[in-house]
Structures are given as C-alpha cells and as structure tokens.
C-alpha cells in the first residue's frame, strides 16, 4: 500500500520554539494533504487542509500564524508550529490524498505521527 | 453536540469472543463510512469502507450501515491479542470541491483482547 512517511515521530522542546513537521507521499503523489491533531483520548480533529501549490484552509478556531502549512510539492507537505506552548502538546497526524483518487476515500493514507511535547 | 459519537470504552474481551463497535452520528450528509485501527502513538489505518447503507464483509470484520438510524457497526469474530489497538469511525460526505476526502472522526473505543 501506499507510504505516507511523517518525521519527526516525537519531539520534545521548550516553550517559544518553533517546531517543523514533515509529511512526504513515498510512492504516489498527494494532491491534498490534512493535517489533524489529537489529544489523549479524543477523536482526530482536523486542523487544516492544503492542496499542492495553494494556500491552507483552516478549520475555525485553528490559528494561521500559529500553525505555518506548506505544501510546495505534490510529495511534501510541512506543518509548523511556530513559538510553542505547553498547550499545542498533542499528537499530530498528516494525510495524503492520492492524485486521481476522485471519491475514493480508500486512497487517503495516514502518517505514523508526531507526538509534540512543549515544557 | 459532535457530529460523530463514540464510546471510547475501554473494552476487554477474551480471545475467540464477537467485539461489537458502535458509532452514532447526527450529520443526515454522510455518505461514506469507514473503520480504522490505530496502534497506541501510530497512525489509523484503514479496516473497513463502506458507501451508503448496507452490509459489507472482510474475513473476520464485518461492518453495517443504518443510515435511517444514523448508527453504524463494526462486528470482530474471533477476536484475537493482535486485535487489540483503538478502533476509529469515521465518516464523510459527498464530494464537494472544499471537503472532498475530508473525514470527520469518532473518539475512538480501546478495544484489548486477552488471551
């Protein structure tokens, strides 16, 4: 199946840091990447959604300037969090929609993670 | 109110017994529904896909849509320890530029199957 590479798997830093997440498609080309966060015992909410070459759109309440999405490529996407706090501590998960994928939901593949601690 | 349910469990069951995960929902929108498994700290992978109402079988998983009912089900036979993980609903509407291949998702029930 298809490889949705996600780095770094878990990062630990202080508050007021920035912090880069990266989400590569290995073997097929993402035209639409999300990006989702969770916390202990919730559901996966999706933050924001970005399609190759255009500005993210964001969820309600999700901040722009906090939360930098870059999708340059049709095989990278990044999520920055920019001048952490304790409160983004989560677990942050990225999925690629595979191009010509049209309605099949089949063809969205998750990332193994990013577990973001902020002291 | 969210717009998907889940009880987050947990559950324990023995090896060989039927696991029953259920989901509710509100959104009358949602067409597609689908079932993940996700290892503690891993990403969800997908178990089960189904579109619209209706029944759908996969070896041992079985899952049901009841659109009336706005309710849908995942049924394990024979369970076993590898079984063990949190299971996800999750569900999506038709196609619509903006949130297409968007998922909207249930808290997730930890299932642990002992041996």
């Known amino acids: 199946g298809a490889v949705v590479s996600q780095h770094p798997s878990r990062v630990i830093c202080k508050s007021g840091t920035s912090v880069k997440i990266e989400c590569r498609s290995l073997d097929f080309q993402a035209t639409t990447m999300f990006w989702y966060r969770q916390f202990p015992k919730q559901s996966l909410m999706l933050m924001a959604t970005s399609n190759e070459g255009s500005k993210a759109t964001y969820e309600q309440g999700v901040e722009k300037d906090k939360f930098l999405i870059n999708h340059a490529s049709l095989t990278l996407s990044t999520l920055t969090v920019t001048s952490a706090h304790p409160e983004d501590s989560s677990f942050y998960i990225c999925?690629?929609?595979?191009?010509?994928?049209?309605?099949?939901?089949?063809?969205?593949?998750f990332g193994s993670g990013t577990q973001l601690s902020v002291l | 109110q969210k717009e998907v349910e889940q009880d987050p469990g947990p559950l324990s069951v023995p090896e060989g017994a039927i696991v029953s995960l259920n989901c509710t929902y509100s959104n009358s929108a949602f067409q597609y529904f689908m079932w993940y498994r996700q290892y503690s700290r891993k990403g969800p992978e997908l178990l089960m896909y189904t579109y619209s109402s209706g029944n759908k079988e996969d070896g041992r998983f079985t899952a049901q849509v009841d659109k009336s009912s706005k309710y849908i089900s995942l049924f394990i036979r024979d369970s076993q320890p590898s079984d063990s993980a949190t299971y996800l609903c999750?569900?999506?509407?038709?196609?619509?530029?903006?949130?297409?291949?968007?998922?909207?998702f249930g808290r997730g029930t930890q299932l642990t199957v002992w041996p």
């Open positions: 999750a569900m999506s509407v038709r196609d619509r530029g903006s949130t297409l291949g968007r998922l909207y």
């Open positions: 999925s690629a929609r595979e191009r010509g994928a049209d309605r099949d939901r089949r063809k969205l593949f």
